[in-house]
T-cell receptor
């Protein structure tokens, strides 16, 4: 079985500062990795995904993430955040043998201050 | 516009009552999913279905039931056996063979 750990439950940051949201996973087989964003009282929107190929993945809204197989990590980064990036962010994994069954981390609340 | 709709946005349940949450998609996806979201716990899979008239239990299926009579629809019933139903419920869909799930706007269930 796979699992996901988001290392920070809350991340406060000032506007225009860089941010990194950390995600580690465990799985005995190959995985697909995802980051989703959730604004208050809304559904989840896909930010980016890693399926194969280049380990640096670019997504929407200026976010990017790097897959590191040796460290089993998939950290999300943005070089300069905006107030509108305030939301909850979820890391998720699908193991190659459990097709379609997403396992989510606990979520990281990003708060951007002016 | 293609997408997933969930209704109602808010739902109130009295003790001992069964309630049904609606999920409809027009993305022509074969697979559909139900998740429960509680603060600080992420999302947990309740049930999923990869084809009409077939569905499987997820990690927390007790106290819930589903049906999949049409490709577009995957309603979730929260039964009276679910003792702690207060949560945000999210429906998702994907192609079978597709690894990306797309989510609806959610239904918040509250107990009176």
């Amino acid at each position: 079985a796979q699992s996901v750990t988001q290392l920070d439950s809350q991340v406060p940051v000032f506007e225009e500062a860089p941010v990194e949201l950390r995600c580690n996973y465990s799985s005995s087989v190959s995985v697909y990795l995802f980051w989703y964003v959730q604004y208050p009282n809304q559904g989840l929107q896909l930010l980016l995904k890693y399926l194969s190929g280049s380990t640096l993945v670019k997504g929407i809204n200026g976010f990017e993430a790097e897959f590191n197989k040796s460290q089993t990590s998939f950290h999300l980064r943005k070089p300069s955040v905006h107030i509108s990036d305030t939301a909850e962010y979820f890391c998720a994994v699908v193991a190659g043998t459990s097709y379609g069954k997403l396992t989510f981390g606990q979520g990281t609340i990003l708060t951007v201050h002016p | 516009d293609g997408g997933i709709t969930q209704s109602p946005k808010y739902l109130f349940r009295k003790e001992g009552q069964n309630v049904t949450l609606s999920c409809e998609q027009n993305l022509n996806h074969d697979a559909m999913y139900w998740y429960r979201q509680d603060p600080g716990q992420g999302l947990r899979l309740i049930y999923y279905s990869q084809i009409v008239n077939d569905f499987q239990k997820g990690d927390i299926a007790e106290g819930y039931s589903v049906s999949r009579e049409k490709k577009e629809s995957f309603p979730l019933t929260v039964t009276s056996a679910q003792k702690n139903p207060t949560a945000f419920y999210l429906c998702a869909s994907s192609t079978v063979g597709g690894e990306t799930q797309y989510f609806g706007p959610g239904t918040r269930l509250l107990v009176l």
